[in-house]
């Protein structure tokens, strides 16, 4: 079972805002910094979001991330088919002295 | 340009050691601030971190795995180790190194993952 905590699934239409959430706790989300991966079937996750809210260079800024608290999220506009794909979140957990993991959010466009 | 290449046996039988080596490029890993992680996924599961191994020489090991886990580097040949002992098959999927700079948690650069079954 994963310390960071993803709805397993979510779907929307392509043209909306979705918002993935990621929840913690204050020794991990609440005290460092949170990034997030976009991973396709077969393929290695792609860096999308770190430091909370900063993007790569080569990340669209349809994708853009915050935190709050004990949470994180990660919201996509305009959404695309291509879009659709695995997103994980990620943190250092200062108590446990490693890196946790969410257990991932399944998007469908459609 | 950054590049990491994952490598190892594809197949390891239960109780064997597993070996895997990163080998990267575009940085020195004595740099300050930068660090190699060990990142694995069972299939169809979420991603599991295993490791880091730092400039500084400075390690961390995910609490589970930490007495079967060690990481290593080799800095004048731009590679890092990972052993892991007594195999199980619950042990197999993708095994990922991921390139990480000034933070200890955002992977910028992955390799492209070596799939390890455990099996007899």
């Known amino acids: 079972q994963s310390l960071l905590t993803q709805p397993p699934s979510m779907s929307a239409a392509p043209g909306q805002r979705i918002s993935i959430s990621c929840s913690g706790r204050?020794?991990?989300?609440?005290?460092?910094?949170v990034s997030w991966y976009q991973q396709f079937p077969g393929t290695a996750p792609r860096f999308l979001i770190y430091?909370?809210?900063k993007r790569p260079s080569d990340i669209p800024d349809r994708f853009s991330g915050s935190k709050s608290g004990t949470s994180a999220t990660l919201d996509i506009n305009l959404l695309q088919t291509e879009d659709e794909a695995t997103y994980y979140c990620?943190?250092?957990?200062?108590?446990?002295?490693?890196?946790?993991f969410g257990g991932g959010t399944k998007l469908t466009v459609l | 340009q950054v590049t990491l290449r994952d490598s190892g046996p594809a197949l390891v039988k239960p109780t064997q050691t597993l070996t895997l080596t990163c080998t990267f490029s575009?940085?020195?890993?004595?740099?300050?601030?930068?660090?190699i992680n060990w990142i694995r996924q069972a299939p169809g599961k979420a991603l599991e971190w295993l490791a880091l191994?730092?400039?500084?020489?400075?390690?961390y090991y995910n609490p589970s795995l930490k007495t079967r886990v060690t990481i290593s580097k080799d800095t004048s040949n731009n590679q890092v180790v990972l052993t892991v002992t007594n195999m199980d098959p619950v042990d197999t999927g993708t095994y990922y190194c991921?390139?990480?700079?000034?933070?200890?948690?955002?992977?910028?650069?992955w390799g492209q993952g070596t799939l390890v079954t455990v099996s007899p």
């Open positions: 191994i730092g400039w500084d020489d400075t390690r």
């Open positions: 204050t020794s991990n989300i609440e005290t460092n910094f």
């Open positions: 990620g943190t250092w957990d200062s108590t446990l002295r490693s890196v946790v």
């Open positions: 991921a390139w990480a700079r000034e933070s200890f948690s955002s992977f910028d650069i």
């Open positions: 575009g940085f020195s890993l004595s740099t300050n601030g930068m660090y």
């Open positions: 430091d909370d809210d």
